[in-house]
């Protein structure tokens, strides 16, 4: 708890970032326990630290993985300052709490463990607090995979991405993320004649827009199952209510009409399972005009693409243009970078039984493979061949709604759960890396 809390004080809210701050407390915290650390990276603001318990070469090494980074914050709207690291109820409030100071925290924790307690390995075991995960990867990952890859290389390794699931303060199950959607931005501008506002014209760009973003906010991409999606709903259909059992195994039918009923209540009640069953699309900046009595010759709006792995961007972007069919709008894809794609992490390897034995052994849970459906940066890892697998500690299903999710105006973790997620990354870790 005396890490979690001095991490979460420390400013690194991106941007600005200034995640060295981070760098320099955890370096200080290893070095003082005899455990030799690296800060490495190209903005002396923003560096990442490596740092390396070695084992006997018997196994390729396994990487753990948090960022230091957090995104901002309104603090207008916090009960707790942001930056308080507050205990009350139960709870620990601030910023970062669940994305990402708790798994830097917990692998940290696991580091130091280990060299305490003089853990003979058989693999190296790799501890990266890496910075620029939210929305700047060029310092963070990106830097380490360019510059620094034969440091950070590993069989395996864990990050953010999965969790456990707490429905009503009960355990219900944990997942593991095996795979992510690729990020895409798709920009749509509508071109018209400008003029007086007192005369309408056809050729209004802000209706053609609107027109436009009407269309793809309705559309539904297809759904496609791959190996760890169709494994996760059909293992969500073996321990969920009956009620919600028969939307899980319907969306899997080959009767369409099956599969679209489900598919449809998915939407309007799960819209994140919605959103593991296709690429999707969210309309979400709509620009255009300077001022009310001028007809603007142009207007924009940007779509945020999360597309399935093996989705082909170009056939994807002329399915949206098919959607739109407007001549008067464009549709392209944005200047922005995307992270590569990756394969799936194998579900039969050593890596996935240790996660699911401790979901077992420390929240008495079945685990699920799961596809991300945002971002992280362990697709930077899986296109370079690292297995990689997202982990998380238990949440409460009902917090996000009421407010206190990742990236929401506040942000909470249980005391009991960083502490058990320490167990949970104990186990796992020293399981896979102790020597036989």
Known sequence: MQHYQALLRLDTRNPPGNEHIVAEYVKSVLEREGIPAQIVGSDPNRPNLIARLKGNGKKRPLLVMGHSDTVT??????????????????????????????????????MLLLKRLNV????????????????SSSVGIGYLVKEHFPEIDAEFCLA????????????????????????????????GISGHGSIPLKSNAIVHLAGAVAKVGQWQPEVRFNETTGTYFRKLAAISPPDEAKYYRDVLSTDPKLRKAADDWLLENEPRHSSMLRTSVSPNIFSGGYRSNVI???????????ALPDED??????????????????????????????????????????????????????????????????????????????????????DPPKGFGAHSDQERLLEDEIHRFVRFNWEVISGMARAK
């Open 120 to 135: 003979p390995l058989d693999r190296d075991v790799i501890f990266v607090s890496e910075s620029g995960e939210e929305g």
């Open 313 to 398: 961007p170009a056939t994807f972007l002329a399915r949206v243009k098919q959607v739109v069919n407007d001549p008067a709008v464009d549709v392209r894809f944005t200047g922005e970078s995307i992270r590569p794609a990756g394969p799936d992490a194998k579900l039969d390897s050593e890596a996935y039984k240790a996660l699911e034995a401790a979901g077992t052994k420390i929240y008495n849970a079945p685990t699920l493979p799961m596809m991300g459906t945002g971002a992280t940066d362990m697709a930077q890892l899986r296109a370079k061949g690292v297995q990689c697998f997202g982990i998380g500690p238990a949440t409460d299903f009902e």
């Open 73 to 110: 914050t309104d603090d207008t709207k916090w009960a707790h300052p942001p930056l308080s690291a507050t205990r009350e109820g139960g709870y620990v409030y601030g910023r970062g709490t669940i994305d990402d100071k708790d798994n830097l925290t917990a692998a940290l924790i696991t």
């Open 160 to 191: 953010e991405g999965g969790g456990v699931t707490r429905i009503g303060g009960q355990t219900k199950y944990a997942t593991v993320q095996t795979l992510e959607k690729i990020p895409r931005g798709i920009e749509l501008v509508a071109h």
């Open 296 to 306: 603007p010759s142009e207007a924009k709006a940007t779509l945020d693409v999360r």
